[in-house]
């Protein structure tokens, strides 16, 4: 399912996985992203360019959390994990940097609410790097579960308007963040590291005794170089104080009859048939990596 074996990362960089961990694989993609958010996300919804599968946010709650907890995303873009949170009838709170997605997460919520989502769900705009302070006082403690997904950058996300006769040439839409130069989203893969890492300190602050940090990320390749962020991310939540306790891959591919179905973009595609054809062997990533930690290294 990925071109990234555990053998990639260097001992030097990331720490290793648990002998204790025991991976699972989610069949989260059985239906498509576009078609998970269809009716219950507003249409405006698909510009985003990171947007988490509706359905492993959706497993991830049912799964750590019970009715009226409370759950938090320091990332939360169009709002995913919090509307998934209010139809479970949990309740939910995300921090958002760009104003565009933040004012796009609230009318999610409101969309969800006239839906019969009886979970409450707030959405506050700022820099989740300062998340302790953005968070009610009530609330710093009594967050059961975090999940999230840190941001990669133009060069991963996107839709593609292909040749026709009314298209032009091949182009790319709906690919950055924002054009705010202090987002994650602009920085080098340090600024990155180090600003997950001031986020995930922040989600310590605010995790009740036992809470749940779920983190979903997947590698991507830059230039041909195959990027670790998941490994990053292990590295960034070690050093925040958190424990990595388990690691999972959740399918953004759909099985059928025993084999994947994948759900590969133009631009993936087509990196993928010029690598093979220079004679570099390259893989399609068919899933995310979820990384399960917690503060204390026990759940």
Request: with cysteine; proline share 7%.
């Amino acid at each position: 399912m990925s071109d990234r074996s555990r053998s990639d990362r260097s001992d030097r960089d990331y720490p290793p996985i648990p002998e204790s961990a025991q991976p699972s694989v989610w069949a989260t993609g059985q239906v498509c992203s576009r078609e998970q958010r269809r009716g219950r996300y507003l249409p405006e919804s698909l510009a985003h360019p990171g947007k988490m599968l509706p359905s492993i946010a959706r497993y991830l709650i049912s799964t750590h959390t019970t009715i009226g907890d409370w759950v938090c995303d320091p990332m939360a873009g169009i709002g995913t994990t919090l509307v998934e949170a209010t139809h479970l009838g949990r309740n939910a709170i995300g921090v958002e940097y760009e104003p565009r997605w933040a004012t796009l997460a609230a009318a999610n919520l409101r969309h969800a609410r006239a839906q019969g989502a009886t979970g409450r769900g707030d959405i506050v705009t700022g820099d989740a790097r300062h998340l302790p302070a953005l968070i009610p006082a009530e609330l710093r403690g009594q967050i059961a579960l975090v999940v999230t997904s840190p941001p990669y950058g133009a060069s991963t996300h996107g839709h593609v308007r292909t040749p026709g006769p009314r298209r032009g040439k091949v182009r790319k839409l709906d690919h950055r963040y924002g054009t705010d130069a202090d987002n994650l989203a602009h920085g080098t893969h340090a600024e990155l590291m180090e600003g997950f890492t001031r986020i995930l300190t922040g989600c310590v602050a605010v995790l009740r005794p036992g809470g749940i940090v779920a983190i979903t990320a997947r590698p991507y390749r830059r230039h041909g170089e195959l990027i670790d962020i998941p490994g990053m991310v292990a590295a960034a939540g070690t050093s925040a104080g958190l424990t990595l306790v388990e690691e999972c891959a959740a399918l953004i591919a759909g099985l059928r009859d025993g084999r994947l179905v994948p759900r590969a973009s133009f631009f993936q595609l087509k990196n993928i048939r010029d690598a093979r054809a220079a004679g570099d062997p390259q893989w399609l990533v068919q899933h995310e990596d979820v990384l399960l930690l917690t503060a204390g290294g026990a759940r």
